[in-house]
């Protein structure tokens, strides 16, 4: 089958909630992809910050077959194995001591806020509202949307469920006089934003978000679905901030591919769920945590946290050149391997014409272009995908 053949059948068959790209992948290794026609792609979006160690890594590959000839799933009625030793790791090099495994970001965030509010019920009076950031994204269950600070998530899906409210990121005054004695039981936030368009907070917020959940008995959530498992150079975002929430959420890179998502808590926030009060079928299954567990191995083992900061250089090196040579561009934000390059104009076109040119990136908040490539990509290869990105902008 070419591209077209599979556009045509995904137009007949498959629910129209994605404006994709008329191209088919189909085969994948380390930072480079083909599609159906046999062309080949090199991959700064990495499934957007899913494939961490890249297509098709040997650790990976190997912990797949292994563990399917072992056994592909049992219900969590039973102990997992893998899920146990991954929760071991996830909490041996985080701040959490227990881990609720889910399937998805949205889910692994859901969870977040049915924590947050049972331990709103159990020690703070009933209170359940949760605070988030202008435009954050948390997924797209009803919950997780409505925290979501994007009206464009949300439309069409009144009636929204309540407790839900947005303030302005990187802004702790906002946060301050927003929260409700009576009803504020977190605050939700992204370490870095990335579908709202890669925006780093200045030094001080996070620890100043801390500070106020402390007096003020909230708790924290960090959602680290985009910027956890190595992405900004360090295992988890808030590294970086000399901060630890008391909730924390991660999905995408965490199953290397396979869909595994994790909501992560101290163990005194952690009890208020009990037996019963929440559960996933497939969440913590044997194949995804045995992946992921490969996947943490790998990342911890190897060179890879050490050689995504040193790719970021390159990386940013190249983007200060690009922003040097066109005066459209405004400003190259991130950390690690989660950069983005800001325009004067709308990025879609600059994708296509780079997907053209045999290069993958999206557009976040319509001005962004966005790169999130394997961590475990080479410079000549950084150096290639830049190549291009600059042909492309010497157009415009
Ligand atoms: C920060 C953040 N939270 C949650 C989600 C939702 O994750 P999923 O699409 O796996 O449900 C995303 C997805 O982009 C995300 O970036």
Redesign the pocket.
Same mark, same amino acid.
């Given at each position: 089958m070419k591209n077209r053949d599979v556009v045509k059948l995904t137009d007949r068959y498959v629910a129209q909630t994605y404006a994709r790209y008329p191209i088919a992948l189909v085969r994948g290794k380390g930072a480079r992809v083909w599609d159906a026609d046999g062309k080949e792609y090199l991959d700064f979006l990495a499934g957007?910050?899913v494939n961490s160690l890249g297509h098709c890594h040997p650790a990976i590959v190997r912990a797949i077959q292994q563990q399917a000839r072992k056994l592909l799933h049992v219900s969590n009625l039973y102990h997992i194995l893998p899920q146990s030793e991954l929760a071991r790791e996830l909490c041996r090099h985080s701040f959490a001591d227990r881990v609720f495994f889910c399937n998805? #970001? @949205?889910?692994?965030?859901e969870a977040a806020i049915k924590l947050a509010r049972r331990y709103g019920a159990e020690h703070l009076g009933g209170k359940y509202e949760i605070l988030s950031a202008h435009n954050?994204?948390? #997924?797209?269950?009803l919950a997780?949307l409505t925290a979501t600070g994007q009206e464009k998530v949300r439309a069409g899906y009144d009636p929204l469920p309540v407790g839900f409210r947005q303030v302005p990121f990187n802004d702790l005054g906002a946060v301050e006089e927003a929260i409700d004695e009576q009803k504020t039981v977190a605050i939700l936030i992204?370490p870095i +934003? #990335?579908?709202g368009g890669i925006n780093v907070p200045d030094d001080g917020y996070l620890r100043g978000l801390r500070e106020l959940c402390d007096r003020r008995g909230l708790l924290l959530i960090f959602?680290?679905? +985009?910027?956890g498992m190595g992405r900004t150079g360090k295992l988890f975002g808030y590294e970086h901030f000399g901060v630890t929430p008391d909730i924390m959420?991660l @999905?995408?890179a965490l199953g290397g591919g396979l869909?595994l #998502?994790a909501m992560l808590a101290r163990e005194e926030v952690a009890k208020s769920f009990t037996a019963g009060s929440h559960a996933s079928t497939f969440g913590g299954n044997p194949l995804a945590c045995s992946v992921g567990l490969a996947v943490m191995k790998t990342l911890l083992q190897g060179q890879v946290l050490k050689r995504c900061a040193k790719m970021e250089k390159v990386f940013v090196q190249g983007l200060q050149r690009l922003r040097d040579r066109f005066s459209f561009v405004k400003s190259i934000r991130g950390k690690g391997l989660i950069l983005g390059l800001e325009l004067e104009m709308e990025g879609a076109k600059i994708v296509d014409a780079c997907m053209q040119e045999g290069l993958l990136i999206n557009c976040t908040a319509y001005k962004v272009l966005r790169f999130v490539p394997p961590l475990t990509i080479g410079q000549k290869e950084i150096e290639h995908g830049l190549a291009i990105l600059d042909k492309v902008l010497a157009r415009q």
């Open positions: 957007i910050a998805s #970001g @949205a889910e692994a965030t954050s994204f948390h #997924g797209r269950t997780t992204e +934003q #990335g579908e959602d680290e679905v +985009q910027t959420t @999905a995408k869909p #998502g």
